[in-house]
């Protein structure tokens, strides 16, 4: 956790989104129903209505600071909330004032904006209670510990990795770097706005049995192929998370806010187990760019991307399913 040379709250903000519209570019609003956003997931799905033509969406917010913000003894002054919406792709952060919903409350609200040509996928949103401190004005003194994902493109709220699969001959790819790759399966490109998958239908079958929905020993075969791809992935995404890191003097590393950031706050746990993430993402950092312990890493980062990857079970299932065939076979 982050040292400050100030007093603050020690529990953390909660946030709720409490409704979103969408408007277009007559200026009408269109509200879309509770599907677009999920507070289990917390997160928001702005592609849920299907529409292409809005120009910005509206989220309505409501914000609750922990027990002791308004205390009359509190060493802070000239309170406030902030919503902050970041896009770590496009590089933009914007901040919304909140407002009391009561005097003498805890609770605050408000609305954020997102305009559509500032955003190309997934922004993180956040808020903050800030006040003057020490006669310095400015400072946070809670924060909500878990952000909002806004997705702008997705019709689903989920703020689990996503990818994009798709299907290209790697020998006759018009992408030049594929080539090279000619007898590969697959490859993971994380370079992409969101990672992507490139499956080599050169191999003869793989499609096939990737796009299958049957029963029998080709099931069995795809469901350990499917967990093996999805272990390269993890493992692929969580060392391009890693390689791009923003680091603050003196503070260490930042956690992305896109993709990113949700890969290293999913697996670090099981990286570095037993300490909060943002030390476990000091200690990932200082071995990666140190003089010893990354090689020793590995084998834990191959175990966080196995167990999101759930291939023991689809290990389990293969083995259980080929005995029975061949019990079956013996009949």
């Known amino acids: 956790m982050k040292i400050y040379p100030y007093k603050r709250l020690s529990r953390p903000i909660a946030l709720r989104v409490t409704s979103v519209f969408l408007v277009m570019a007559d200026g009408t609003r269109e509200p879309l129903d509770t599907s677009a956003y999920s507070t289990q997931e917390q997160a928001v799905a702005l592609g849920v209505a299907g529409r292409t033509d809005w120009v910005s969406a509206g989220i309505r917010l409501s914000a609750t600071l922990p027990p002791g913000a308004d205390a ?71 924060e909500t510990d878990r952000n909002w994902i806004v997705d702008t493109v997705s019709d689903e709220p989920a703020r689990g990795l996503q990818l994009d699969v798709r299907k290209a001959s790697f020998s006759k790819s018009s992408r030049e770097w594929l080539r090279a790759y000619a007898d590969a399966p697959w490859l993971v490109d994380t370079t992409a706005r969101v990672p992507t998958v490139f499956v080599n239908t050169d191999i003869d079958g793989i499609v096939g049995l990737l796009d299958s929905n049957g029963s029998g020993v080709d099931s069995k075969v795809r469901d350990l192929l499917v967990a093996q791809m999805a272990t390269d992935v993890w493992t692929a995404v969580f060392h391009g998370a890693l390689g791009d890191l923003e680091v603050e ?39 990666r760019t140190g003089d010893s312990g990354w ?24 083995i259980r399913g080929l005995e029975r065939l061949n019990r079956e076979s013996d009949k």
């Open 249 to 287: 003097p003196g503070a260490g590393p930042v956690f992305p806010t896109d993709w990113q950031g949700e890969v290293l706050r999913e697996m670090l746990p099981d990286v570095i187990p037993g300490v909060h993430v943002e030390e476990a993402l000091r200690r990932v950092h200082r071995r």
């Open 295 to 318: 090689a020793e890493l590995q084998t834990r980062i191959h175990y966080a991307a196995v167990r999101r990857a759930e291939a023991a079970r689809a290990v389990g299932y293969a």
């Open 72 to 142: 009359p003894d509190a060493p802070w002054t000239d309170l406030c909330v902030l919503a902050t919406l970041t896009d770590g792709e496009t590089n933009v952060r914007t901040s919304w004032a909140l407002a009391r919903d009561t005097e003498g409350g805890r609770d605050w609200s408000g609305t954020v904006e997102v305009l559509r040509d500032d955003h190309l996928g997934r922004a993180s949103l956040a808020a903050y209670a800030v006040g003057t401190v020490d006669g310095v004005a400015g400072r946070s003194i809670a």
